[in-house]
């Protein structure tokens, strides 16, 4: 593993612990015994090492999903499967990681958001496609206006000035979108699998 690689691990886990205001590159390089040049060698500020940090959340995150809807027995399984893996991700990250990104970082957010990088971004095209050939979704809907329903519908359920919630009554809100869009656009088939899941 290079050192690029390295600093980008151990910066993803003390921003994810600690916030990002709170990690300087002074305690990163303290923390892997490095020197502070060495960061600056492969990263110009902290605003680009956290736009790499960024990038390599959506990249595993992305191999993530690849690998859910490979091993699950149908698409409402895997979309299951994917809230338990976000509802575990978020309550291991600390509140300031999301605030800070929130409130300091919004034109990374926007930048990585315009090119498709950021993690839980706008693609469910294929998903919907496949729910449509395994008899869960309906065959009549408009795949590329529900791909765009769903990206809206998260994205309101992750802004900061539509709901007034801690995080756990974000995450519930999330779900909720999330599960109610999916029983609109569901077969029959589809909704029994959605209402087997949703009691496991």
């Known amino acids: 593993m290079d050192s690029r690689q390295k600093i980008l691990d151990k910066a993803a886990v003390m921003f994810r612990t600690y916030g990002i205001r709170a990690v300087t590159m002074d305690m990163l390089a303290g923390q892997m015994g490095i020197s502070k040049r060495t960061i600056y060698e492969n990263f110009r500020d902290k605003d680009?090492?956290?736009?790499g940090v960024l990038r390599m959340m959506a990249e595993k995150q992305k191999e993530l999903i690849v690998r859910l809807f490979g091993e699950s027995e149908n698409v409402i399984e895997a979309i299951f499967k994917l809230f338990s893996f976000i509802n575990e991700h978020f309550s291991e990250m600390s509140p300031a990681f999301?605030?800070?990104m929130e409130k300091y970082h919004e034109d990374i957010i926007r930048k990585l958001g315009e090119t498709n990088e950021m993690?839980?971004?706008?693609?469910?095209?294929e998903?919907?496609?496949?729910?449509?050939?395994?008899?869960?979704?309906?065959?009549?809907?408009?795949?590329?206006?529900?791909n765009k329903c769903i990206y809206e519908m998260l994205r309101?359920?992750?802004?900061?000035?539509s709901f007034d919630?801690?995080?756990k009554s974000?995450?519930?809100?999330?779900?909720d979108f999330y599960i109610n869009y999916l029983r609109?656009?569901?077969t029959r088939k589809g909704l029994d699998l959605i209402n087997y899941y949703d009691k496991k």
């Not at 449509?132 to 979704?137: A, S, Y």
């Open 48 to 51: 680009e090492l956290l736009t």
């Open 127 to 146: 998903m919907l496609r496949r729910g449509i050939m395994e008899g869960v979704f309906r065959k009549d809907i408009d795949i590329k206006i529900a």
């Open 165 to 167: 919630a801690d995080e």
């Open 98 to 100: 999301r605030l800070d």
């Open 156 to 161: 309101l359920s992750n802004d900061k000035n």
């Open 170 to 175: 974000k995450k519930i809100v999330f779900r």
């Open 184 to 186: 609109g656009i569901s």
């Open 119 to 125: 993690p839980y971004s706008n693609d469910n095209e």
